[in-house]
Every structure is written in structure tokens, then in C-alpha cells.
């Protein structure tokens, strides 16, 4: 048994090793045994992921459908379903840039980036780090690590920090409603006096995380701090911002959650003994069920399959922390 294990009253291998999701079985095998002979290429043959590439459009986008065109019009819906569906092959199916459904939906995406470096449209005119952050998360993972559009969107990311080191919608520090703000007009700029909102600095973090460079800078550190210091509390601005958000948990990661930000902090070099993380990690420890997944009501979204991939998450989390620390039993 290994060392992050010990930390948990249930051993989830059994469970994820005789699931019938290939995929799962794969990034288990890779991820939690340290099998290097897996290749993650013969999950991009796998039905579902097969059908998901077909329904991609020729200009590299996926059709998102519905959606309110006073809101957003549909080359701006397109642009949030691409990158939802980007986590899903990425994330889920191991798919890089070797493919090309993958080079296809990065040029659909990379017409979204401003000169300045940020994406564009999801909220209209208006600045998103969240969004921007998000994308550029995906597509580092993808492949795109050392591409000059990443470093433009990392420049851009660091300077468009609040005052105290975290990010926030610049929108929300004027106090205007994103959903009403004209989508033509100008983007607001933001009030940097205002306090950095935890919901955005934690997915703004996942980009920083998954960059072999940034995620050893000090902003990256001095930002995990500070969102370290919001966990189980409240958001200042009103977005997602009641105590339970904390604990609605999806996979691919969306919104921050408990787990998404663990994540994070688990590659930006945060350690088990800092009392936050620890008190982050006791909490997954105590919902831990006998069956060795973690079920009802911390888990968000669709897929019958998505406490299998929230307990893989977990359980990386917890060997990543593990490797650089002296850890306890929590149990």
C-alpha cells in the first residue's frame, strides 16, 4: 500500500480498476500504479469519444444548442461548448495535438484571443480571466505549452491581477451585472482596490498549475495563499458565491471546488502540513465511503461514470501531495 493511501479508511483501487470505462482503468493504471507501457492513444478510438470527435463542425467548433442570443450569439455559444467539449477529450480520453480534431478546435478557439492576450466573447466585450485562464489550462494540456498565444495569455493573466495578488471579474468590481452589460460595449475596467474573487483566482490558478514554468512563479504562490485562506467561506462578489459551492464537484473541472483548487495547489508545490490543505484533504477523508468512491451529494453533473472520475481525481491529488511530504493518517 502506498503512502497516500494510508491516508484513507477504504482502498478505491478495487473500484476504478474493475470499472468497465477503459478510460478509467488506463489513467489508474498510469497515474495512481505508475504502468508506463499504457498508451493513452487507444482511448481516442473508444465509441464515445469517436462520436464526439464526428460531431465536431468544420470550423473546428462544437454547436452549442439553445442558448439566449441576447445573451451571447451562437459564435460565442460555440466558443463555451468547444471548450466544454475540449475538457471532455483532453481530460477524459487523453487527447493532445496530435490529433486533428484537437489542432482544429485550438485555431477555432485561438480566434477568440485578443492582441492583449485574453478570450473574448463568453461574456461579451467584458474581460474574463476565468474564461481566458480556463482555456489556456486546456490547451497547455493539449500540447500547447510553449506556444507564443500561451505566454500572451499568461502576460496578460498576471496583469490583470487585483491589488492583493488574486483575479476577479472587473465587472463585478464596478458592480454590473455581467448577463445585462451590453454586449457591444467597451470592456469595464476593473477596480483594483476591490478584493480578489476565490471563485475566479482558483480556475485562474489551473493555468498556472498545469505550466511546467508558472506554476513555480511567486504570483502563482502568493495567489494559492490566498485562496487557501477562503476555503469553506463565502465569495465576496455574488457569483457561485454561497459556502456550498465548495463542495460541488465536477469533473472535468469547471468552477472552482474544493477539489479542483487541491489540485491546483497539490502542483504549485503546497504541502499536506499547511493547515488549510490539511483541512481540505480531512474533509474528503470523512465523506469517504466504505464502497471506496465518494458519492452523493459532492458530486455535479451527468455522467454515470463521474464518481469513478471524482474518486481518480481524488486519489491523485492525494499521491501528488504525498510525494513531497511527511504525511499523517487522517482517518
Not at 85 to 111: C, T
Not at 148 to 157: D, N, Q, S, V
Not at 282 to 293: A, I, N, P, Q
Request: glycine share 6%.
Amino acid at each position: 500500500m502506498e503512502k497516500w493511501q494510508s491516508l484513507l479508511r477504504y482502498d478505491p483501487l478495487p473500484q476504478l480498476l474493475s470499472s468497465k470505462n477503459q478510460a478509467i482503468i488506463l489513467f489508474t493504471k498510469r497515474d495512481l500504479r505508475s504502468e508506463r507501457s499504457v498508451q493513452v492513444e487507444t482511448l481516442w478510438k473508444l465509441p464515445i469519444a469517436v462520436k464526439t470527435v464526428e460531431r465536431q463542425q468544420s470550423d473546428g467548433s462544437w454547436k452549442y444548442h439553445g442558448g439566449k442570443p441576447d445573451i451571447r450569439s451562437q459564435q460565442n455559444y460555440n466558443q463555451l461548448e468547444t471548450y466544454r467539449i475540449l475538457g471532455e477529450l483532453v481530460e477524459k480520453y487523453g487527447f493532445n495535438n496530435k490529433h486533428a480534431v484537437i489542432r482544429k478546435a485550438a485555431d477555432f478557439l485561438l480566434k477568440f484571443q485578443t492582441s492583449k492576450g485574453d478570450f473574448r466573447g463568453i461574456y461579451g466585450n467584458q474581460y474574463s480571466p476565468n474564461y481566458t485562464a480556463a482555456i489556456t489550462e486546456l490547451l497547455i494540456k493539449a500540447g500547447y505549452e510553449n506556444d507564443p498565444h500561451t505566454e500572451k495569455g499568461f502576460r496578460w493573466l498576471l496583469s490583470g491581477r487585483q491589488n492583493d495578488g488574486g483575479w476577479a471579474i472587473a465587472s463585478r468590481t464596478k458592480n454590473i451585472k455581467i448577463a445585462v452589460a451590453p454586449l457591444d460595449a467597451e470592456a469595464v475596467q476593473p477596480d483594483r482596490t476591490r478584493s480578489f474573487s476565490h471563485r475566479v483566482t482558483g480556475v485562474v490558478l489551473r493555468a498556472f498549475a498545469a505550466h511546467s514554468k508558472y506554476r513555480s512563479s511567486s504570483e502563482a504562490k502568493a495567489a494559492g495563499e490566498l485562496l487557501t485562506s477562503r476555503f469553506f467561506k463565502r465569495d465576496v462578489y455574488p457569483d457561485r458565491a454561497a459556502v456550498g459551492f465548495w463542495t460541488k464537484i465536477s469533473y472535468p473541472f469547471w468552477f472552482t471546488d474544493l477539489l479542483s483548487s487541491l489540485d491546483s495547489l497539490s502542483l504549485l508545490g503546497f504541502k499536506m502540513e499547511d493547515q488549510q490543505v490539511k483541512n481540505a484533504i480531512e474533509w474528503f477523508v470523512d465523506k469517504h465511503d466504505k464502497s471506496g468512491l465518494w458519492k452523493g451529494s459532492i458530486l455535479r453533473g451527468k455522467d454515470k461514470d463521474l464518481n469513478l472520475w471524482i474518486c481518480l481525481a481524488i486519489c491523485r491529488v492525494l499521491r501528488r501531495f504525498c510525494t513531497n511530504t511527511n504525511s499523517e493518517r487522517y482517518a
